[in-house]
């Protein structure tokens, strides 16, 4: 079975300052792994994903993750946050189908991040 | 290009009552995914359906709840016989193939009141 971890249900963090969100996962074989980011009321939006090769992803609105295999981690990053960064961020873990993944992905419970002027 | 397309936004069912929840993909894609969204929890998977086929339906309740991805139109999330617990945000997803690495791009959500 698949899992995700986000042990941190809300991060604040100045405006300026860098940003990190924390993402473990367990999956059976090599993961393929998402971040999508929900603002109140309105659907998932798609920030990055992990598939294979370079370990430190870039998505959008200046957003990267670094996948550490070693750790099973996928955290998100920000080199400087901005206000309108504050929303809630779900990381998402897919395994690969011939291992069981199947096509389902399994979300942590969310992660608030908090940006203060 | 349009994304994934839900309706209604917002639905209000008294208890017993069907609800119905519908789903238009993004344009070219024809894999739909279910998920719903329980107050302050994440996403959980219900089902996953291709044009006609349900393929996935490991996450779906085995009472009250069907789908489908008709031929022609949207995919609909039937739930028979709505109980207070079915409040929740039901989000559909779509993407353009199976792979483990094809992105799935989510709806704005149906957000069911049961009363």
């Known amino acids: 079975a698949q899992s995700v971890a986000q042990p941190e249900d809300q991060v604040n963090v100045a405006e300026g300052n860098p940003l990190t969100v924390k993402c473990t996962y367990s999956v059976s074989g090599n993961p393929y792994l998402f971040w999508y980011v929900q603002y109140p009321n309105r659907g998932l939006q798609f920030l990055l994903k992990y598939i294979t090769g370079d370990n430190l992803v870039k998505g959008s609105y200046g957003f990267e993750a670094e996948f550490n295999k070693s750790q099973t981690s996928f955290h998100l990053k920000k080199p400087s946050a901005l206000v309108s960064d504050s929303a809630l961020y779900f990381c998402?873990?897919?395994?690969?189908?011939?291992?069981?993944?199947?096509?389902?992905?399994?979300f942590g419970t969310g992660t608030q991040l908090k940006v203060e002027l | 290009n349009a994304g994934v397309m839900q309706n209604p936004r917002h639905l209000v069912r008294r208890r017993g009552q069907e609800a119905r929840l519908r789903c238009s993909p993004m344009k070219g894609h024809s894999h739909v995914y279910w998920y719903r969204q329980l107050p302050e929890e994440g996403l959980k998977f219900m089902v996953y359906?291709?044009?006609?086929?349900?393929?996935?339906e490991s996450g779906m309740p085995k009472e009250r709840f069907s789908a489908e991805f008709p031929k022609e139109g949207p995919s609909i999330l039937r739930i028979q016989q709505v109980v207070r617990g079915d409040s929740a945000a039901y989000f559909c997803?779509?993407?353009?193939?199976?792979?483990?690495?094809?992105?799935?791009?989510f709806g704005p959500g149906t957000r069911l009141t049961v009363l």
């Open positions: 997803a779509s993407s353009p193939g199976n792979r483990g690495s094809d992105t799935q791009y």
């Open positions: 998402a873990v897919r395994g690969q189908i011939l291992t069981g993944g199947g096509n389902k992905l399994t």
């Open positions: 359906l291709q044009k006609e086929n349900i393929i996935d």
